[in-house]
């Protein structure tokens, strides 16, 4: 599939599975992400998100169809949480150290998969910018993507 | 902390042993009896989870009346669920074996989150589970430490334990690898302006290395809760 470029002012949501999440010691609520949400595997080209715009309006419904979307390909778990944040946000980040990334659209394994790319270079810093300021709003998994992950697993 | 019974304790080591073992007596190579007691604040319960778990092998020893399949069942390892569950325990007795520094409510308090951090009901199957090594070089981090607050555990994906520490603004993520080593960032604002900084180093020289930034914003323990 050809790759094109996002605009700007579009957002990424990414999945982040429950140990990269930042708890509150005493209550384990969620607050926040571990910079290591960001940190890319080995075997990973870019970092992986889901193209909220991809699925059209209205923006209030994006962020579900983009959870079930995943959760039809990927385990989701009821303490992971996905991360949102504008295309323009994470650049502008990453560009403060001097990290020039591409974030485009390849539908890679689900159809509004997105990558960051030229992410290889990241600094933990860079990581850490990105959990607490530039990608850091945290949204909890919708029920719908829960059944359905729990569905895909009972199939396997 | 309350005296445990020895009978408690026995139970609850033999609890520990036939996941782990399969049979015969089980000595963890780290703990002692009475460490494996502190471990397990409520043996009973320890237990009865054992038991819900591993029917037939939860007290006593093994035998054919109690579970006339116990040969056949698998070994704990062949099920990732059990692996997890493996896990968690020796990750509570090895905090066990350094129970002497932390106050009771700290030792309860990280056993909950290890708890969470290891639910399987939201650990992914097939990820890296925290490595043993990891873990004692974050328990040797709390004791140089001294009195810290309890941070935010988390896990990376090769299996290294993760600590944070928030206040406001100001944060400090450490990673815990293999012999001692730390790879950490913090974000702390000061004088108005706001520093970020990252890098490696062993266990013991972490306070020299944020000493610039004035740590004590994460190190000192704000509320009684917090306190080890």
């Known amino acids: 599939m050809p790759t094109t470029n996002i605009p700007d002012p579009d957002h990424l949501l990414r999945h982040v599975k429950s140990r990269l999440v930042d708890r509150d010691p005493q209550t384990g609520a969620a607050i926040g992400l571990l910079p290591q949400a960001f940190e890319l595997t080995p075997d990973e080209r870019g970092l992986s998100a889901s193209w909220l715009e991809f699925f059209g309006d209205p923006a209030s419904a994006q962020p579900a169809a983009a959870m079930a979307e995943f959760a039809a390909v990927y385990d989701v778990r009821k303490n992971d949480r996905f991360a949102c944040g504008a295309v323009g946000d994470i650049k502008a980040a990453c560009g403060r150290f001097n990290l020039k990334v591409r974030v485009v659209h390849d539908g890679d394994g689900h159809p509004s998969h997105a990558s960051v790319r030229r992410f290889g270079g990241a600094s933990l810093e860079l990581l850490d910018l990105l959990a607490a300021e530039a990608w850091a709003e945290i949204v909890a998994p919708t029920s719908a993507a829960l059944q359905i992950s729990k569905v895909r697993a009972k199939a396997r | ?228």
């Open chain 2, 1 to 228: 902390m309350n005296a445990i019974p020895d009978s408690n304790i026995f139970a609850a080591t033999n609890a520990v042993a036939w996941p782990l073992g399969g049979g015969g007596t089980f000595r963890h190579p780290q703990a002692s009896a009475s460490a494996v007691a502190l471990a397990f604040g409520d043996p009973a319960g320890v237990q009865a989870s054992f038991q819900a778990r591993y029917r037939g092998f939860g007290s006593g020893a093994p035998s054919a009346a109690v579970n006339p399949d116990w040969k056949a069942l698998p070994s704990s390892r062949a099920d990732p669920h059990a692996e997890v569950f493996d896990r968690l325990i020796d990750l509570k007795v090895s905090t066990a074996t350094i129970a002497m520094h932390l106050q009771d409510a700290w030792r309860t308090g990280l056993f909950r989150q290890l708890d969470d951090l290891l639910d399987e009901e939201n650990w992914h199957p097939g990820d890296t589970l925290p490595t043993p090594d990891s873990f004692r070089t974050f328990l040797r981090l709390v004791i140089m430490l001294g009195r810290p607050p309890r941070p935010g555990l988390g896990c990376t994906d090769s299996g290294n334990i993760l600590a944070s520490w928030r206040r406001t603004e100001d944060r400090l993520t450490i990673e815990c690898r293999l012999d001692d080593e730390l790879r950490w960032v913090l974000s702390r604002r000061l004088l108005g302006e706001t520093e970020s900084a990252a890098g490696i180093c062993k266990v013991k020289n972490l306070r020299s290395r944020l000493a610039p930034y004035e740590p004590e914003v994460w190190f000192v323990a704000h509320d009684k809760h917090s306190r080890p």
